[in-house]
């Protein structure tokens, strides 16, 4: 269960944060126990955590491997309810003792460690057992072919581009066009243009089509496209810009020749340079990279393109062109390009366009989900087949035919871990389930996903940065409401199934009260 298996990563992190918590460590502490069994737990996780990658990838091929992390969930999320209510009892304890006078606060403390006696124990005997089963997991991975692994990159992109299967960015590329010809007003020589949005939204592809326009290859004596990916590596950028506008071989590999080389070329023409899929927010690397351009010639612009908004304001742009899902008849146009031989669409009334209009309604305008699916439907005649897609979830294809998984797992796999624990959190709900951001809110602060603020903030204005950090990596974006309101859509990474944020009169309440002792006696 591919959604289940990105809580689990999400919680791996919970879990440590939540072993150095204070309040766990005092109810060991208070009561005089070994702090351990905590040690051991946090050890026998270390080494579990590095398999995940690998288990999720294999389990689509290997029925074992799927039964492997159903376990592993089941086990890790008891290990969560332990430490749960480890912590709610140490904070019952804690408002017990400070609500008493200091004389009666020694008593109240002797009962407790007196009377939660067996309950410490049983906590202790739990805790051993869920430790017990991840060492017993950790031995089955030899069998199972389970190796450490990192998270999956990305293939390096290029400036070529088949236009004729591109479909309904015209408005865009004509938009950025503009903003590239138009005079410079600013002292600035160089103007940066960001193409922000969701993985698989098409921002490379229209990054492309900008670049090969005639036009623009006309305004632009120098042009040069970088794929940049997860690693922004200066030394390399600046090498492979300064080898692709002088279009040599370069051997040097100090960064200091690399960039007075750079600054030089810089100044014989306008530049157009694309840095296509940039994630670090960094402003030390932004700065040391752009040195050379100070010297472009005037009107010279810079092309970045990023799932996250926080890299466009970093490195300045402006404007910040936020990129929009393919309407529906777009959507279809690519997607009967695709499956059907040589483009050539069955009548509107046949079965495989009907089902095939729904499978494209399902891809919600996301143009790397619509090709991949195309694809796998191009050599498919059969309805049946075409209906199997349609009913089941893609994330259930062959890994070998699955190129949505590596891209959008991506976005999550470089989320800060409270981001990721707050976005995991929003699979409990079903689609299109109704709830405020406000009450979002709440319910990350109740479950323990919300730092403490500093100073006199309030944790609620905390939450709501963490929101707002999601909108701007492209896991919420907005939509317009019929009473012209806004709400916000959650896009979740390993499905094209969306949820839809809107107010309600709903209030919900997260409680521990009713698991508190309930957990021991199962």
């Known amino acids: 269960m591919p959604i289940g298996e990105l809580l689990l990563g999400a919680f791996f992190q919970f879990l440590f944060d939540r072993l150095a918590s204070p309040y766990v460590l005092n109810f060991f502490r208070q009561g005089g126990l070994d702090v351990s069994p905590l040690d051991k737990l946090e050890s026998i996780l270390c080494l579990v955590e590095p398999l995940l990658n690998h288990a999720e990838e294999k389990q689509f091929t290997d029925q074992s491997v799927k039964r492997w992390l159903d376990r592993l969930k089941d086990t890790v999320y008891d290990a969560d309810d332990l430490l749960d209510l480890i912590a709610t009892e140490e904070l019952r304890r804690s408002m017990e003792a400070r609500s008493e006078s200091k004389s009666s606060s020694r008593k109240v403390l002797s009962l407790v460690s007196t009377s939660r006696n067996p309950f410490r124990k049983d906590v202790v005997s739990k805790l051993n057992e869920v430790t017990k089963k991840l060492e017993d997991m950790i031995k089955e991975k030899d069998v199972l072919g389970l190796k450490e692994s990192v ?48 993985g698989g939204l098409g921002k490379t592809t229209l990054a492309q089509l900008v670049y090969n326009d005639v036009r623009v290859k006309e305004s632009f004596g120098l042009r040069s496209w970088i794929s940049v990916s997860d690693v922004f590596d200066v030394v390399r950028v600046t090498k492979a810009i ?9 051997e040097m590999q100090d960064l200091e020749r690399l960039q007075v080389k750079l600054k030089e070329e810089l100044k014989k023409k306008r530049s157009l340079i694309v840095l296509d899929d940039v994630w670090s927010e960094s402003n ?42 393919l309407s529906d008849e777009d959507g279809w146009s690519l997607f009967s390009q695709r499956a059907f ?35 796998l439907l191009h050599s498919k005649a059969e309805i049946t087949q075409w209906e199997d897609i349609l009913n089941s979830s893609i994330w259930g294809l062959n890994k070998e035919r699955n190129d949505i998984v590596p891209a959008l797992r991506l976005s999550y796999h470089y989320l800060p871990s409270q981001l990721k624990r707050c976005f995991a959190y929003c699979a409990i709900f079903p689609k299109d389930y109704e709830i405020k951001k406000e009450n979002l809110v709440l319910l990350w602060m109740a479950e323990g996903f919300v730092a403490q603020p500093e100073n006199d903030r309030r944790i609620e204005d905390v939450g709501d940065e963490y929101f707002q950090e999601l909108v701007s990596r492209s896991f919420f974006h907005q939509v317009l409401n019929e009473d012209g309101s806004l ?21 919900l309440l997260i409680t521990n009260q009713n698991k508190l002792h309930s957990y021991l006696t199962n």
């Not at 066009?177 to 949005?197: D, F, M, Q, R």
């Open 341 to 375: 031989e040589n483009g050539n669409c069955c009548p509107d009334d046949s079965p495989l366009v009907v089902v095939g209009r729904k499978i494209v309604r399902k891809c919600k305008g996301l143009p790397f989900a619509i090709k991949t699916l195309a694809g």
């Open 151 to 198: 998270a999956p990159g990305r293939m390096p992109t290029t400036s070529l581009v088949e236009e004729s299967e591109v479909y309904g960015r015209n408005q865009e590329k004509e938009q950025i066009i503009e903003l590239l010809l138009s005079p410079e007003t600013g002292s600035s020589k160089l103007g940066v243009i960001a193409i922000v949005g969701m």
């Open 284 to 325: 030390e690397i932004w700065d040391l990279l752009k040195k050379p351009f100070n010297e472009s010639v005037h009107g010279s612009k810079l092309i970045v393109t990023t799932r996250n908004e926080g890299v466009a304001s970093v490195m300045g742009a402006i404007p910040i062109f936020r990129l929009k899902e």
């Open 242 to 250: 300064l080898e692709a506008i002088t279009d040599q071989l370069c």
């Open 487 to 507: 709400s916000q859509v959650y896009e979740s990474t390993y499905s094209i199934g969306q949820y839809r944020y809107r107010p309600t009169e709903t209030d």
